[in-house]
């Protein structure tokens, strides 16, 4: 059984830096293409995709240059690092992940993705 945790949401003032962890436990990590989404309050039935890595780095035009997603094969952990935060950032960040690559696959359709997680809560403060 696959599983997903992230961990690291806060409450972070605009301009501030979060880093995010999602650490993947039940398969072989280095196997999956991995991706970070978010819900933003009031919108519940609207999952925003924001960054994927498999081989290469994917962003949303949204979090370019203000975000990165390495991924730590050794320790089963993608992460989100989020610099130069926005009150627009606020969110419930979720992980996911995906068996195999994204070459024919659009990294930003949720509906590719095989395992998420339970998401994180972060709040950015004006």
């Known amino acids: 059984q696959v599983e997903l945790l992230e961990s690291g949401g806060g409450l972070v003032q605009t301009g501030g830096s979060l880093r995010l962890s999602c650490t993947v436990s039940g398969g072989v ?16 039935r609207e999952r925003e995709y924001v960054a994927a890595i498999s081989v290469s780095q994917f962003y949303s035009d949204s979090v370019k240059g203000r ?5 730590d094969n050794e320790r089963d952990t993608v992460y989100l690092q989020m610099n130069s935060l926005r ?28 395992y998420w997680g339970q998401g994180t809560q972060v709040i950015v403060s004006s």
Do not use: H, M
């Open 67 to 71: 975000f990165t997603i390495p991924r």
């Open 29 to 44: 990590f280095r196997r999956y293409s991995l991706a970070w989404f978010r819900q933003a309050p009031g919108k519940e």
């Open 87 to 114: 009150p627009e950032d606020t969110a419930v960040y979720y992980c996911a992940a995906k068996e195999g690559g994204l070459r024919y696959s659009v990294p930003s359709s949720d509906n590719i993705y095989d």
